[in-house]
Structures are given as structure tokens and as C-alpha cells.
């Protein structure tokens, strides 16, 4: 099993109320943007993946967002290469590229092969639709979203292992001349994960193609129907899907007493959290989501996932997207408390002591059997000292328990078993891939 460490890099310094009277973080004024600060945080971002490199994790996580303070990875891919040379042994994983919203794909080839040759071989590139505030940003048509992100998939793989020059039109894009010198290290190319949220269309697209499907903080039943669906595609391929097929973000803090990483982890609600990410109107533009996958995010309601606001459309429910601007905001917070301690309850955010969250991410595992776990740090105006702390006690007190524990549940990632290496017998019912035995004592929302 991987162990991976995350953070969205958030900016640090914003007064709350204007992200709440905002009612998101996207689309907040950039009047805010402390240059000097922002400038030592970009430092410490490095320096705290090189720790976490250090602390025993096996892997570092980037992602990307634009024009988003919750995120300040704008160009991930500049940050995973100074990672490439300053770190010497922890897999690089992007989750990821935004494919629909990158005008170029050969560029984007040369600078993924590139990340690669600097790691020698450490680069894991993820592919992701981007959200929907992406669309608005990039101003990309959101009703191309799926399409484009197929044929930039097919390039790209393309542009790695065909020898060039050679020509290429298609429908979104054209170029007279590929032949590109910079190659990936790995052969035939670098490991390709798919991370997403509860799209059905996303999780048979990687079944599909035999790629790691990674949750983004997803509830856990939800999770569950989501890893079955992937198996019953892979079975129907003739293949049997293992825990090397799957991988799991969960936000995750701790601290040295139960009091402290309660209060600290109020950072991962600071400003509405992951579900203020962006409005409604920003969060789902017309054409983005299909309709399946629209009906299950309803279904599913406001706790479905902490990702990018795509519960945003039912936040009302939660903080009150109505209420008036001049409200005293001492309720919203409240409200985002409360819906905390239900995150926690649900096992989609894990704070506490590091026996508090040993014993929780352990449930997490057995239950959705993932090969590669993924913590996302504390998000908020929490200090680099604290963050540190919770980081250290990951690593001492809770790695080497999931370590032991993933041994005796069998838990393997793509790194010791090739996904879609295991040939289904014709006619034989596939095994499970999830178990459902404790999800009782994980608490639905």
C-alpha cells in the first residue's frame, strides 16, 4: 500500500467573512493578494512536501485550481518539477491535469515527460475534467467538457509513445508537426490515475482503460457503489479489479490532544470549506454534468463529497445561500461546525489524536480497500509550526498502524500488482471489492 500527503497550498490570509459573504472562494476579489506573504508561502508549500518526503510518505500530491484562494496551485506542473529535483525517492502524483481546460496538449506533454526525466521515473500523472469554475475561468465550453478530455487523453498518449513526425488533426485540435524530444522516463509512459466525484461516466472511462481510480473525499456508501461499478466494467472486460484499481483522499489532521486538533481542525470549514468553493452557478455551468451524474450528487445531498462545491447547488441547506448580506455571520459558523462534527461522524474527515484517527482511517480501509491512501492537510489560517506537528504524529504513530493494517487486509497498490493483470475466468462471479461489514459504524449524513 502507498501513503500519500496532500495539500490544496491554500492562501492563508484571508479575512473569513469576505469569503462567506462571498459565499465561495472563487470569484473573491484578488484586491485580497498579499504578494509578500504569498511568496513565503510558496516556499514553505516546498519545503513541507520535502518533510513529508522525509516523515516516510510515499507519495506527494499536487493538484490545480484557477483563480481560487482555496487552492493556489495555479501551475501544478512547475511545482512537481522543482519537487522532481529537490526530493529524491516519494512518487509525484497529479490529480490533476485539467485536460477540457489545457489549450495545448503537446506542450503539456513535453512538460509532464519533463517532470518525469527530472524524477527519474517518480511522476504519476492524473487526468481530471476540471471543475466547473474552471470552465469559467479557462473559458473553455463546458458543453465539450467529456469530449475534449478524450481526445487530449488519446493525444498525449500518442505524443509519448509514436514516433514522430507525424501529422495530426482532430476535432478540437490540429498540428502540423509532432515530434516531441522530450520523452517520459517510464515506458511506455508514466502511471495514469483518474481522480473524481461521484461521475459514473468518469468511473467506467477509467474501468475502461484499466487506470487507478482515485475518490476525492467522497462519502463512504457512495464510495462503495462507485468502487462496484468500476469491478462490474473490469469483469465485463474479462479482468477482476483489486485494491491496486483504487485510491482514497480523505482530509485529515492531528494533534497532540483531542482539544487542539478539533479546534485547528475548524480550518477545513474555514470561509464554508470545500463546499464553498464555488457558487452554484459557477460549480455546475450548463452541459457540464450529465444527467446520471447530476441525479446521484441530488441524491447523495450536501455531504456527498467535500470536493470542489459540488454540493453547492444543496449548500443552502447547510449555511443558507439566501440569507441576507448584512447577517451576522456568527450562525454560518455554527452551522459549519456542526456539519464538522458530522464529517467526522461519516468518516470524510478525520481529526483527533493520532489513536483517534489510526482507529478511523483503519475503518476507511477495510471498508473501501483502497491501494493508495491519500491525506489532504488542514486547510485554513492554521501555522506552518502546527501543520508541521500534525504531519510528525502522521508519521510516527499512525503510518506504520495503516502499514500493518493494509498487510493483513491484503491491501496491494499498482506498484506490486499491475491494475488489470488479474484475468476473470469466463462464466466466474468476480471477487468483492469493498466490505460493507462496517459501515455501520460509519455514520451517513
Not at 104 to 112: F, G, N, T, V
Request: aromatic share 10%.
Amino acid at each position: 500500500m502507498k501513503i500519500g500527503y496532500f495539500t490544496e497550498r491554500p492562501y492563508r490570509w484571508l479575512d473569513e467573512e469576505d469569503v462567506l459573504r462571498n459565499k465561495a472562494f472563487f470569484a473573491l476579489p484578488n484586491d485580497r493578494f498579499d504578494h509578500i506573504r504569498a511568496a513565503e508561502d510558496y516556499n514553505w508549500w516546498l519545503d513541507e512536501y520535502s518533510a513529508a518526503e522525509e516523515l516516510g510518505f510515499d507519495v506527494l500530491a499536487l493538484n490545480e485550481h484557477h483563480g481560487n484562494p482555496i487552492c493556489m496551485g495555479a501551475v501544478q506542473n512547475i511545482e512537481a518539477s522543482i519537487l522532481a529535483r529537490i526530493t529524491k525517492r516519494a512518487r509525484i502524483a497529479l490529480i490533476g491535469n485539467p485536460l477540457p481546460v489545457n489549450k495545448h496538449p503537446l506542450r503539456l506533454a513535453e512538460e509532464l515527460a519533463t517532470i518525469d526525466l527530472i524524477s527519474r521515473g517518480r511522476l504519476i500523472s492524473g487526468w481530471v475534467r476540471g471543475a466547473g469554475a474552471e470552465q469559467y475561468f479557462n473559458n473553455a465550453n463546458p458543453a465539450y467538457n467529456r469530449e475534449v478530455l478524450d481526445e487530449a487523453h488519446e493525444f498525449i498518449l500518442q505524443a509519448w509513445t509514436r514516433p514522430g513526425p507525424w501529422r495530426y488533426e482532430g476535432k478540437h485540435f490540429h498540428y502540423r508537426h509532432v515530434n516531441p524530444w522530450v520523452l517520459p522516463y517510464q515506458k511506455p509512459h508514466p502511471p495514469i490515475w483518474m481522480p473524481g466525484v461521484l461521475s459514473p461516466e468518469t468511473v467506467l472511462w477509467a474501468a475502461d482503460r484499466g487506470y487507478p481510480y482515485i475518490g476525492l473525499g467522497t462519502a463512504i456508501a457512495p464510495t462503495c457503489e462507485l468502487w462496484d461499478l468500476y469491478a462490474d466494467r473490469m469483469a465485463a472486460n474479462g479482468l477482476q479489479a483489486g485494491p491496486e484499481n483504487f485510491g482514497y483522499v480523505v482530509p485529515c489532521f492531528t494533534a497532540d490532544t483531542e482539544e487542539k486538533a478539533q479546534e485547528l481542525a475548524k480550518g477545513f470549514v474555514f470561509g464554508g470549506g470545500q463546499n464553498a468553493f464555488s457558487r452554484p452557478e459557477h460549480t455546475l455551468p450548463p452541459g457540464y454534468n450529465s444527467k446520471a451524474a447530476t441525479k446521484r450528487l441530488a441524491e447523495s445531498g450536501v455531504a456527498a463529497t467535500t470536493w470542489t462545491g459540488l454540493a453547492a447547488a444543496r449548500k443552502a441547506n447547510l449555511v443558507g445561500d439566501n440569507r441576507p448580506e448584512d447577517e451576522d455571520l456568527t450562525a454560518v459558523r455554527q452551522k459549519l461546525h456542526r456539519a464538522l462534527s458530522r464529517a467526522q461522524d461519516a468518516h470524510t474527515v478525520l481529526a483527533g489524536t493520532p489513536d483517534q484517527v489510526a482507529a478511523k482511517i483503519k475503518r476507511v480501509m477495510s471498508i473501501v480497500r483502497p491501494g493508495v491512501i491519500i491525506f489532504l492537510h488542514i486547510q485554513g489560517p492554521v501555522s506552518n509550526e502546527d501543520r508541521l506537528r500534525s504531519m510528525q504524529l502522521l508519521s510516527e504513530e499512525v503510518l506504520p498502524d495503516m502499514r500493518d493494517h493494509a498487510r493483513s487486509i491484503g491491501l496491494v497498490d499498482q506498484f506490486e500488482r499491475e491494475p488489470g493483470s488479474v484475468k476473470l475466468q469466463s462464466g466466474a462471479a468476480r471477487d468483492a471489492v469493498v466490505d460493507r461489514s462496517e459501515l455501520k459504524y460509519v455514520d451517513a449524513i
